[in-house]
Every structure is written in C-alpha cells, then in structure tokens.
C-alpha cells in the first residue's frame, strides 16, 4: 500500500469500530450513487472487473503452478467456474457501473472522524453487489462486523437485491483473485508467504463447498 504524505491520518486496518465499519458502509453508498450515472468523455473508460479474476492476468490456470495440487486445482476451478456462471447472470440482473472494487481498512485513512478512501487502482465497472462482498471478506473473521456495514450502507440507499448465496460466492471469489495476485507479485515478502496461502486458501475452499458460507478460516 501507497500512503502519499500529503494524506494526513491513519489507518484502523486491523481493528475498525462498529462506528467505522458503519461509516464504510454509508461511504460506499454514497460513492455508488455518485458513480451510477457516470459516464465517460472521449476515449477515457474502466475495464470491467466483474469476472472471477477481474481485470488480473490469469496466473492460475493458463499454465499450472507447482505449489498448487491436482486436488487443490479442482477447489479453484469449481469456484472459478461457478463466480464466472453468476458475473453473468448478474449482469443481466444488475445495471453496471462504477466501483471502487477494493475497499477495505487498509485502503482507508481516518483523520480524527474524517475517512479518506485511498488506492483507485482496482476501480472499474461491475455490480454494487460486488462492492459489498469485497469489503465483507476482509471483514469475514467476525460475521457481527459485516451487519453494521450492510446497515450503514442502507441508512443512505436500498441494498442490492440479492440472495445468500450469490453474495456467499462473491465473497469466496474474492480469495481467488488474492491467490491469483500473489503468483505475479515480486514483493519478496508477499512471495514467501505463497505456499501458507495455498494451503489457507484450500482449508476455506473445502469449508466454503461443504458449507455454503465462507469463512476467513486461518
């Protein structure tokens, strides 16, 4: 993450408030809203992102990796396929638009009770719906926490209609396209962690698949 000095805060990454979380949903609102007509001048545009590995060059299945088992391909396929079956329908459901994509704590700098949303990078056309699972992953460990964003969201305009399990996958998804990451990044520190990851990443898969709910299972 890229915090620019001029950005005066800090973030609350790894423990936001119930008041925080809240907020989040109310900023996501509001951005969604912002967003919903928008249209782009000239030849400026956003790639579309609601695909399972959104706009990221595919280093999962183009050619296999070594780290990852047959059985373990199986896991990632099977939600690959299934997240690429609802992206579809989805569009057919939804209006398209502008999101941000990526926004979590880490993404978010607090200045007294002033948030500042940072870090656009992954912003692009896709679902509301999309948006909200997203944050809700990173927010997985305690399932108490999501509700106050949902709740924030809400108090500013209408949820997304959705049914659990769409919302259940694109949670789960969103380990996909942070596994798919970790194969083309050079952060030597990001790198070590891979194989860990592969095996976190199979332990949610299995709980997700025998559940139907996804869970930040360390």
């Known amino acids: 993450m890229i915090v620019y000095p001029w950005i005066e805060g800090e973030t609350v990454e790894d423990n936001p408030s119930d008041e925080q979380i809240f907020a989040l949903g109310q900023a996501m609102a509001k951005l969604h809203l912002l967003s919903k007509d928008w249209q782009p001048t000239d030849v400026a545009n956003f ?61 978010i700098l607090y200045n007294g009770d002033q948030m500042t949303i940072l870090d656009f990078d992954d912003a692009g056309i896709g679902s509301r719906l999309q948006d909200l699972a997203i944050s809700i992953f990173y927010l997985r460990e305690d399932r108490e926490r999501e509700k106050h ?9 209408p949820l997304p209609e959705y049914q659990p399990w769409e919302l259940e996958l694109l949670i789960a998804n969103r380990n996909l396209v942070l596994l798919n990451f970790l194969f083309e990044t050079t952060n030597a520190e990001l790198v070590e962690m891979v194989p860990e990851y592969v095996a976190k990443t199979e332990r949610r898969l299995k709980h997700y698949f025998e559940t139907g709910e996804f869970a930040l299972l360390p």
């Open 47 to 107: 790639l579309d992102v609601d695909r399972p590995l959104m706009v990221r060059r595919d280093n999962l299945f183009r050619f296999p990796q070594e780290l990852i088992s047959e059985d373990q391909y199986k896991l990632l396929t099977e939600l690959r396929d299934r997240s690429h079956n609802l992206f579809e329908e989805l569009k057919e459901r939804f209006e398209r638009q502008l999101i941000h994509a990526d926004l979590h704590f880490g993404n």
């Open 149 to 157: 964003l949902l709740a924030g969201y809400s108090s500013i305009t």
